[in-house]
């Protein structure tokens, strides 16, 4: 087994416009637009221990020129998504909040900074907007 090489598959790259409730692996290329704080607090073990970590969650709007989505950024993503920043979002999933979807990199995925895009973000595209309703089918 240690003679075959695995090989690195090439990435395939999304548009936001192609995004569904419930998916994940996405790799996307995002311009950021902006980025609010919705939640900053500091949690962890005993207060006068050195587990004190602090929880920095922040909503993003980032799109590209196909449309636009909400990005829930935690705690080191906060400082990478800043307005006009280009990132790619590597294994990206879907989370579903409030019956609208979010974008998210968990700690299986990654963001990584990259040089400005030279698209223009459709801003009248917002998939969060969308609300979807989960609905059981059943089979007779």
């Known amino acids: 087994m240690a003679d075959s090489k695995t090989e690195m598959r ?3 790259f999304a548009k936001v416009d192609q995004l569904r ?13 902006s980025s609010k704080t919705v939640l900053q607090k500091g949690r962890g073990g ?6 004190m970590r602090q929880m920095h969650i922040a909503e993003c709007l980032v799109g ?3 449309g636009m989505i909400v990005f829930t950024a935690r705690n080191e993503q906060v ?3 800043k307005p006009n920043t280009t990132v790619i979002l590597r294994n990206a999933k879907i989370d ?3 019956g609208s979807m979010r974008l ?11 040089d400005p895009a030279d698209f223009t973000v459709k801003e009248d595209n917002n998939l969060s907007l969308v ?5 059981n089918v059943v089979e007779e």
Request: net charge negative; charged share 30%; glycine share 8%.
């Open 10 to 12: 090439k990435p395939v």
């Open 21 to 33: 409730p419930g998916t994940n692996g996405h790799t996307l290329t995002v311009k950021v637009v």
């Open 46 to 51: 005993r207060p006068d221990g050195p587990q």
């Open 64 to 66: 590209d020129e196909t």
């Open 79 to 81: 400082d990478l998504l």
């Open 96 to 98: 579903m909040f409030k």
């Open 104 to 114: 998210s990199v968990d700690k299986w995925g990654r963001i990584e900074i990259t």
């Open 131 to 135: 609300e979807y309703e989960l609905v």
